[in-house]
Structure formats: structure tokens, C-alpha cells
């Protein structure tokens, strides 16, 4: 599956120019790269661009030289049972378009798609003077457990119309409403540099059709680097388009106005929860733009998120950098081990997912450090970063259970009394370790 935007120009030439929708204009020279918040209308959140970024603005009918949508890819900002974003940038920086058509049901045409909503967008200063243009469509009144149709782009003024084929998603499931539900989560990271291998793995991902994409962060070589960037969400877009897709912060990110830019996540898009199904998610920043926050305001969230996620039925930890790992080229992160494995093992997190290191490494059952006969009272650390990225070799150690030097993804089944992972290799064979937890 190649991730080739495609687009479609519903109707076009109207009428001469309008007042006020020139195609083509040159962005404003005074740019505004400050940052700024939004409250997301019929959302229960706000929408906070970075310092880089101009502040987010509600879309208007104006068109550039070329509003065709591409890297169309889904987030999530508010609750994953009634809330989806939809994402794209325009080849243009100048258009202004930004709306998307939608309605419950899946594989509908265009003309199905009754639903309407605008959405917002901001610029940002991408690598060197390059001003990349993003739109966000957000819905947050949806039904649980259900697939809508949807595509996205604009019209302008004179009629002109482009929009992004038509994809599909499937909102998370209310589990009160639905006991017997389970979710798919797709594990994956560190593809920075390796986008053929991310793309066979996109396809291995889709196979297994997951609900939520997890991803371990590292998608690019230096977070700055927007020619990496679009590799990564165009080559993915048949699946990002349809599965939404969280991540943690990798090293490589830098913290880029990049990342934040094109990644929606909930809260300051670093330290944040969900519940997805029966599965509790804490995602943490590990190189966060001052060090010292490690030990201080991430430990601080990552504790607040934990302790109010302690009755959650499945707890999962996700962050970019193993505090075990018998990878040879970075080893075991102590300084993670000492700020926030006490954590872990306090609020009995049932499965660390991680990566850093390019291969994929299972460990047995943890508790303070120490291997455990089964895994009732203990924590699985599992590292899924071969997606791309020049793999690493390993020397396995007492704690490690498998580890396997290949490209590969994993997904996670997560019902109500059972989690499985699943770990398979670039061509979709199994890797030969994984994990059956049961409640
Ligand atoms: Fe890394």
C-alpha cells in the first residue's frame, strides 16, 4: 500500500477572483511564529501551537496555488469513544480551506458524506524558510464504537474545491455499554531513515487491523527535517488515515515545532493518559527540553496520571528510551530506571512499551529490578524499535527474556480479562516470544 495522496477537485472555476481570495498569494511577510491556543469549537479542549507556529485561527473559503490536502493522518486530543482529529498540511502554505465532510457508516462516496465541519489551521517554519501549512478537522460528538466515512480539504470563494479521498475510522468502544469489546493497539517506532521498512510494516500493521496506532517515537532523523517527516506520514497515510496514531517524543524529535505540529495529541502533547477500551495509556517525554524535568514535572505528571489510572483493568507505560535493554548500542537507561521505575512498580503497570534500541527485545517479569516467577504483581517491558532504523545488535542479559536484532512491529489485544502481544518481523513472520496476561 503506498501512501500516494490522491485528490479530487469537486468543482472548480466558478467565477473570476473574488475580493479577498487571490490564489497563490505569497504568505504574509509578517509571519507570527509565536505560538497560540484555541479553544476547539464543540470540543472540550484547546488546540496550543508551539513557539515556531503561528497561532491556530478557524478556517476560512481561501484557496492557494495548490490546496490539494496530502499526509492526511488521525490523532486524538479528547476522548478516543466520541473524538477523532483528522490532520493534513496542503502543498500550498496559503490555503485557508479547511472543512471535513463526514457520516456514519464506512466505504461511502462523496455525496453520502452530509456531515460538515470546519476546521483550524496554523503554519509553521519547517527546515530553513520553508513555511509548511497544517489543518486539523476535530469531531468530538461521536458514537462509540462506530465508523464513520469522511474526507478532507476546502472550497473556496470561487467554488474551487479539493479534497483527500474518502478514508474510514472507527471510534473506540464505550466498554460500559460493551463488556465483551477488544481493542488492537499497533506497536511500533524508530523508523527514522528507513521508510521502505516502515512502509512494509505500515502493511503488516493494516493486516491486523488495529484500533490505535502506539508509536515509540523516532520517526525522523532530526526532528527539523520536514523531507523526513513526509516520508513518514505519506508512505503510512492508508493506514494513518484510518487508525489514529499517538506517540512518544523520541531523541531524535529534538522537540521539533515539527513534531508538535503535526502529531495531536492530548494535553501538552508530551505527558498525557487515555483509556482506550480496557487499556489505560501513559505517555511520557524521556528528553524533554530541560533535563532536569526527568526527575521533576514529567516524574511529577507521569505520578498523577498513574495514581488516577489506578483502577484502570489494563495499565500500559509508553516512552521512547528502555530502562531495560540488552542492546549494545545504549544499554539500560539508569537515570530512567532511578526517576520512575519505583512508579511503575507501585502502581503494578502491566506492560512498558518502548524504543530506542533497533530490535525487539521481550523481558521476563519485573519487579524492582528483579525477575519474577509469573507476571501477577509484575511489569513486562517490551522495546519495539526496529521500523526503519539501523538495527542494533545485543548481549542478552539476566533480565531479558527474547530479543530478536530485526525490523519489526507488535500489536497488542486488549480485552477485559486478557492482554496478548504479538511480535512479527518486517514480512509479517512471528517472532517467537510474546505475551499472554490474564486478569
Ligand atoms: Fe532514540
Not at 237 to 262: C, D, K, T, W
Not at 336 to 356: K, M, S
Not at 403 to 409: D, L, R, V
Request: charged share 20%.
Amino acid at each position: 500500500m503506498r501512501g500516494i495522496p490522491l485528490f479530487l477537485v469537486i468543482a472548480s472555476g466558478l467565477a473570476a477572483a473574488a475580493a479577498g481570495c487571490l490564489r497563490g498569494e505569497p504568505i504574509a511577510a509578517d509571519f507570527v511564529d509565536t505560538g497560540g491556543s484555541i479553544q476547539v469549537p464543540g470540543c472540550d479542549y484547546a488546540l496550543t501551537t508551539r513557539v515556531g507556529a503561528e497561532p491556530p485561527s478557524i478556517g476560512v473559503p481561501h484557496s492557494g496555488r495548490d490546496p490539494r490536502p496530502r499526509s492526511v493522518h488521525l490523532g486524538i486530543m479528547g476522548d478516543p469513544r466520541t473524538s477523532i482529529v483528522a490532520q493534513w498540511r496542503t502543498w500550498d502554505e496559503t490555503t485557508l480551506a479547511t472543512e471535513i465532510w463526514y457520516a456514519k457508516g464506512e466505504g461511502l462516496s462523496p455525496p453520502q458524506l452530509t456531515g460538515r465541519a470546519t476546521g483550524l489551521t496554523f503554519a509553521y517554519r519547517a527546515t530553513g524558510t520553508d513555511i509548511i501549512r497544517m489543518h486539523q478537522a476535530h469531531l468530538c460528538n461521536l458514537e462509540p464504537g462506530t465508523t464513520y466515512s469522511y474526507q478532507v480539504g476546502g472550497v473556496d470563494l470561487d467554488g474551487n474545491a479539493a479534497f483527500s479521498p474518502v478514508y474510514s475510522f472507527r471510534t473506540a468502544p464505550d466498554v460500559a455499554a460493551q463488556p465483551d469489546a477488544e481493542v488492537v493497539l499497533g506497536l511500533v517506532g524508530d523508523t527514522r531513515g528507513g521508510y521502505a521498512v516502515w512502509q512494509q510494516l505500515v502493511d503488516q500493521l493494516a493486516f491486523r487491523a488495529p484500533d490505535l496506532i502506539v508509536f515509540t517515537g523516532d520517526a525522523v532523523t532530526i526532528g527539523l527535517t520536514q523531507y523526513e517527516w513526509e516520508e513518514f506520514f505519506d508512505r503510512g497515510e492508508q493506514l494513518l488515515a484510518r487508525v489514529p496514531l499517538i506517540s512518544a517524543h523520541g531523541n531524535h524529535e529534538v522537540n521539533a515545532v515539527n513534531f508538535y505540529s503535526q502529531v495531536a495529541q492530548p494535553g501538552d502533547q508530551e505527558t498525557f493518559g487515555l483509556d482506550y477500551g480496557f487499556a489505560h495509556i501513559t505517555v511520557a517525554n524521556d528528553t524533554p527540553d530541560d533535563y532536569a524535568k526527568i526527575g521533576g514535572q514529567v516524574r511529577d505528571a507521569i505520578a498523577a496520571d498513574f495514581a488516577a489510572s489506578d483502577g484502570a483493568r489494563w495499565k500500559l507505560f509508553v516512552h521512547h528510551q528502555p530502562m531495560f535493554t540488552s542492546s549494545t548500542t545504549h544499554g539500560s537507561s539508569v537515570t530512567l530506571q532511578e526517576a520512575w521505575l519505583p512508579l511503575v512498580d507501585a502502581h503494578r503497570i502491566d506492560l512498558v512499551v518502548n524504543g530506542h534500541a533497533h530490535l525487539f527485545e521481550l523481558t521476563r517479569p519485573l519487579r524492582a529490578k528483579e525477575p519474577q516467577a509469573t507476571t501477577d504483581d509484575a511489569t513486562v517491558f517490551v522495546v519495539t524499535g526496529g521500523a526503519g532504523a539501523p538495527l542494533y545488535d545485543h548481549l542478552p542479559q539476566p533480565f531479558s527474556a527474547y530479543s530478536e536484532m530485526t525490523y519489526n512491529a507488535s500489536v497488542v489485544r486488549v480485552r477485559k480479562d486478557q492482554l496478548v502481544l504479538e511480535a512479527f518481523r518486517q514480512d509479517g513472520t512471528a517472532i517467537p516470544a510474546g505475551l499472554t496476561k490474564t486478569k
